[in-house]
């Protein structure tokens, strides 16, 4: 019942940007922050960014500059805002919450840089 739904993928050129969103339904228990993770083909799924609920951020190194992530607390909801996307951003992008309670993760959207 609980669970996560990314929206706000697609194909972009480089330079393009995008804006990702994540929303959560179901009773969510504690909430300790909310994480983007992307996984690219043949690699491994990797942590792109996070805030916790204190509302510390954190990049990658990879993204630090172009992302920025933010939430809206009201609507349990996560945003990951990209700009001056590289092909090398090309992937399917999850978010995550950090919660005591077991949240599967959801489908994900698939984020495409290409000239």
């Known amino acids: 019942q609980v669970q996560v739904v990314e929206s706000g993928g697609g194909l972009v050129q480089p330079g393009g940007s995008l804006r990702l969103s994540c929303a959560t339904t179901?009773?969510?228990?504690?909430?300790?922050?909310m994480g983007w993770h992307r996984q690219a083909p043949g690699k491994q799924r990797e942590l792109v960014a996070s805030?916790?609920?204190?509302?510390?951020?954190n990049y990658a190194d990879s993204v630090k500059g172009r992302f920025t992530i933010s939430r809206d607390n009201a609507k349990n909801t996560v945003y990951l805002q990209m700009n001056s996307l590289k092909p090398e951003d090309t992937a399917v992008y999850y978010c995550r919450i950090f919660s005591s309670t077991a949240i599967p993760w959801g489908q994900g959207t698939q984020v495409t840089v290409s000239s």
């Open positions: 179901g009773s969510i228990g504690r909430i300790y922050g």
């Open positions: 805030i916790l609920s204190v509302g510390t951020t």
